[in-house]
T-cell receptor, first 113, second 116 residues
Framework: AQSVAQPEDQVNVAEGNPLTVKCTYS??????LFWYVQYPNRGLQFLLK??????LVKGSYGFEAEFNKSQTSFHLKKPSALVSDSALYFC???????????FGPGTRLSVLP | NAGVTQTPKFQVLKTGQSMTLQCAQD?????MYWYRQDPGMGLRLIYY???????DKGEVPNGYNVSRLNKREFSLRLESAAPSQTSVYFC???????????????FGPGTRLTVT
């Protein structure tokens, strides 16, 4: 079975500072890892995914994520946060023939002006 | 290209009433999903459909029924609403089958349902 943890319910960061939203996962087999973002009163939106290859994946809106196999982590990062990045972020591990509907509990990111 | 659309956006029901939440996608996706989102519980899968004519239970199917009417449309029905079904409901679709991990999901804007 797949499981995912996002250890921080809330992350606060000042505008212009780098941000990190953490995710650790447990799957059987090779993981495919996704990040989604949810803005207020909206559905989830795909941000980026790791399938294979380079451990650093770049996505929409300047976000990137680093896959670390030994630590089973897939942390979301951005070098310089914007107030408009304030939203709920979900990590989602996927695996072939797995429970490919599991999402992490979400981390609320607040970027303060 | 509207993506995934859901109706209605808001609904208030009394306990015991029934209603159907509608979902449609115009991306020619094979798979469709219904989730509910509750504070502190995250997203939970109610039902999904891997293709037209097939549906399967997710984590929390009790109290719900679904119909995959055609490739575009996937509806969720509450036969006898209960206060525990107060939630935000999201429909989603993806190009590949659910067991294939490559494909991202596309979500609708949600239906906010209150059962009193």
């Amino acid at each position: 079975a797949q499981s995912v943890a996002q250890p921080e319910d809330q992350v606060n960061v000042a505008e212009g500072n780098p941000l990190t939203v953490k995710c650790t996962y447990s799957v059987s087999g090779n993981p495919y890892l996704f990040w989604y973002v949810q803005y207020p009163n909206r559905g989830l939106q795909f941000l980026l995914k790791y399938i294979t290859g380079d451990n650093l994946v770049k996505g929409s809106y300047g976000f990137e994520a680093e896959f670390n196999k030994s630590q089973t982590s897939f942390h979301l990062k951005k070098p310089s946060a914007l107030v408009s990045d304030s939203a709920l972020y979900f990590c989602a591990p996927r695996v072939r023939y797995g429970q490919n509907f599991v999402f992490g509990p979400g981390t609320r990111l607040s970027v303060l002006p | 290209n509207a993506g995934v659309t859901q109706t209605p956006k808001f609904q208030v029901l009394k306990t015991g009433q029934s209603m159907t939440l509608q979902c449609a996608q115009d991306m020619n996706h094979n798979s469709m999903y219904w989730y509910r989102q509750d504070p502190g519980m995250g997203l939970r899968l109610i039902y999904y459909s891997a293709s037209e004519g097939t549906t399967d239970k997710g984590e929390v199917p009790n109290g719900y029924n679904v119909s995959r009417l055609n490739k575009r449309e996937f509806s969720l029905r509450l036969e006898s609403a209960a206060p525990s079904q107060t939630s935000v409901y999201f429909c989603a679709s993806s190009d590949g089958p659910p067991q294939e991990p490559l494909y991202e999901q596309y979500f609708g804007p949600g239906t906010r349902l209150t059962v009193t």
